[in-house]
């Protein structure tokens, strides 16, 4: 695949590579027979240090704070996963500053309030996969999961087609979610 297809007058989302890919298709349901697959990953560089940068129209970065900042992943379990990464680019959770630790929790805490109150999620994975051999897809710079979960998202779909069925496109997300983050 490899193809976006997208409607006229849109733009399609530019791959950023804020995320770890899986074996799963995706179907977005806001742009009827659009159908996003495959996303090759750029060769050189760290998303996760080269995510901050980016201009806002292909930014995916919802929230900034002084050491960490939050960034949706575009490989989306549900719609919200959201990556709270530290800027500094180290693999493991016992290289950060105690300074650090205390951001990264308190902007994991802020996900999940803005979360709850613009999607009303019924509960949350999060976590850190440490390692690739723990399924990190970019182990080299530590990024903490937060994944909104809401009762039968995961139906039939993925486990038969292999396919999430995503109700709401990337920059719609991002746009909902920073809105509603606090100011710091
Ligand atoms: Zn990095």
């Not at 697959?37 to 240090?49: D, I, V, W």
């Not at 990556?83 to 290289?95: I, K």
């Not at 993925?158 to 069925?165: N, Q, Y």
């Amino acid at each position: 695949m490899g193809e976006l297809s997208t409607p006229p007058g849109d733009r399609p989302i530019t791959p950023v590579e804020t995320g770890e890919p899986d074996a799963l298709d995706r179907l977005w349901t806001p742009h009827r027979m659009t159908y996003i697959a495959g996303q090759e990953r750029p060769s050189t560089g760290c998303a996760f240090c080269r995510a901050p940068g980016l201009p806002r129209p292909d930014s995916l970065v919802v929230a900034r704070g002084t050491l960490v900042y939050a960034v949706l992943n575009l490989y989306p379990y549900n719609p919200g996963h959201l990556l709270v990464c530290p800027y500094r680019h180290l693999a493991d959770y016992t290289d950060l500053t105690v300074e650090e630790t205390a951001e990264l929790a308190v902007f994991t805490q802020t996900a999940m309030r803005v979360i709850r109150a613009t999607s009303s999620a019924h509960g949350f994975n999060i976590g850190l996969n440490q390692g690739s051999v723990a399924g990190a897809g970019i182990a080299a710079h530590l990024h903490q999961h937060v994944v909104p979960r809401w009762g039968g998202d995961a139906n039939f779909m993925p486990i038969v087609a292999r396919t999430k069925i995503l109700p709401q496109v990337l920059t719609e997300t991002r746009d909902l979610l920073s809105s509603a983050w606090p100011a710091s």
